[in-house]
């Protein structure tokens, strides 16, 4: 499972003690070949943390022979020492590995505005380089959780080749990526820039269809590997579809994980003028906090779904809108529809359809409800 | 106070058993003249509720006589059958007042999707209109409440005249206004193209920039009303600065009354390259939820604002942006600043500025943090 599904991986997760709880906080995940092609999606953030910086130059070579991760600190806006930090990291990774510094990529999740302890963090990648296996997959899934409460994998087979990968992220989670690290690897022999074409359609539809809060990560890095292990060329489609459905079985392990949440909410906005303009009112009804607080509630409360669709520039007549929760259509025309006390809200899956009459696309972005466990989790996070 | 403290006004609030709590819920303010001029501000939101519909009409001819205001119910995605409710409640009270219902203006708030009671909201009008007095003005900011936990007024005067106004609003506090009923009223003497230039400046630094909780309304209404019985025709300037000050006044007692909430913030964005821009990065910090968790649980956490910020488009560098909370300056050029321990966060109120080195210019907009009260308030409203 998870990152060392594919051949020609090996992935160690350690604690390193930059975490006060003594929980596994050091990922490392290594290319062992013969390939090392690697493409990688970034936080659309402009505030980037210093292991963004760093491996969008490592991403630019097409090459990555390593990656390390850590928990419990995010190396965000720490300036150029922070760089440093992340630069040295990568040193060691190298030195320990015998590889290239520029060939190992750095990803870095937890708390914003503070230097990681590196005193710590490179015996941690010493150690986790001596504990690094090709059955390390889970424990590198566990060392880079954060609020996580429970790790993420998933793993898809092709014909002769496999594509699997790891997840972190609980919160955060927001369009351009949320606070998420992930990393793909696969055995099939597929050159950088088809990965690079392969992962960005992937995570247009998967990851960045996640709008758990609303909020962006300074971040959030997508990763894919391929070693060419299994010495396999796959047909481009059918090789873009194993890694998108990796994608999306990860992005919704992230929804389900999401801080606080009760409630898993799936909008689809059909009959849109444009793909665009169906994302932009998914999002903006995803985004609309007293709409999370009612559907908390188990209350099916359509007028907040019309009143943030009505703040978008998208193509529709206010009059001719019609919304669906759960499949009963409590909202035709604009106006009262089917009765709601159809609607059952008893489950943790809520589905809000909303019908534009503008034209025939449609697009899905997931989201959840706005709790009171969010508050207490978030307002008491760095203390 | 309240809107019958300007001569040639009168108001009044009554229950006429839109709310079950049998509170009062319908208010009525009358100019008696002698001018009838006004102008009007409505929400930005495409889908909007009957009466707002309904009362845009009305202003385009630039005179009113009365305004009817009920809560209890927002007539909002009622249809057809709703606007002919909104008709037939100024058709009511243009009968009971001896005045043209093309001059009546008509306020609803409450929840969406429901049809008015018209069979307690009209006999309702006949009992507002029996009360009418020129010191009715409390009693009719009270009718207009709905999850207020008080009313509304403020009053300013200028050299024999005044500007006096009731607001309500709880929630849902966003920009292109807030749900909020405000009706604003002077006995100066001033033509209805200007009090629509006085409204238009005064809502734009004031209503607009309050963004409690992101969320647009489809009703809210602010309407400025001139009965010219001062005599006094006012200078331009001095006028328009009266109308900010009540508009100020009541834009914060709304934040000060936002549902749930345990902290007024005020964010200011300096030195930013157009106030536009300055607008959009205080608004993005005001709808970060981790921040506004943060702000609840008294952590000063700025990487939270700085995420905020790289949301946007505006023109600044991630290694120039300056953060101050409460005075101290957590965050110098992108990166660690003084010590965050030195923020006293106890107070209510939390001032943050940010920090843009980009230019001259800046805005500043109000928020609230996010609160287990607000979670709690809103997933039960409807209930």
Redesign the interface.
Known sequence: MSVTAAKGFTAAGVAAGLKDSGAPDVALVVNTGPRLAAAGVFT?????AAPVLWSQQVLGGGQVSAVVLNSGG?N????PL?FQDTHATAEKAAEVLGVSAAEVAVASTG?????LPMDRLLPGIATAAEALSPHGGEKAAIAIKTTDTVHKTAVVEGPGWTVGGMAKGA??LAP?LATMLVVLTTDADVPAADLDTALRAATRTTFDRVDS??????NDTVLLLASGASGVVPGAPEFAEAVRAVCDDLAQQLVRDAEGASKDIRIEVVNAADEDEAVDVARSIA????LK??L??E?P????V???????SAT?E??E?NVAINGVWV?K????GEDRERVDMRYREVRITADLAAGPHSAVVWTND???D??????????
Do not use: Q
């Open positions: 659309g953030n402009r505030v980037k995010a965000a806006c720490t300036g922070g708390l914003i505005g503070l230097r919160g955060m351009g809060d609303g909020c962006m990560s300074t985004r609309n906090n007293l607080c009612a908390h509630g209350d409360n359509w007028g907040r019309l009143s943030a669709i009505g703040t978008t529709f206010p009059d809108l909202c025309k604009g106006s009262v706005l709790t009171a969010y508050v207490h989790e978030n307002s008491a996070y760095s203390t």
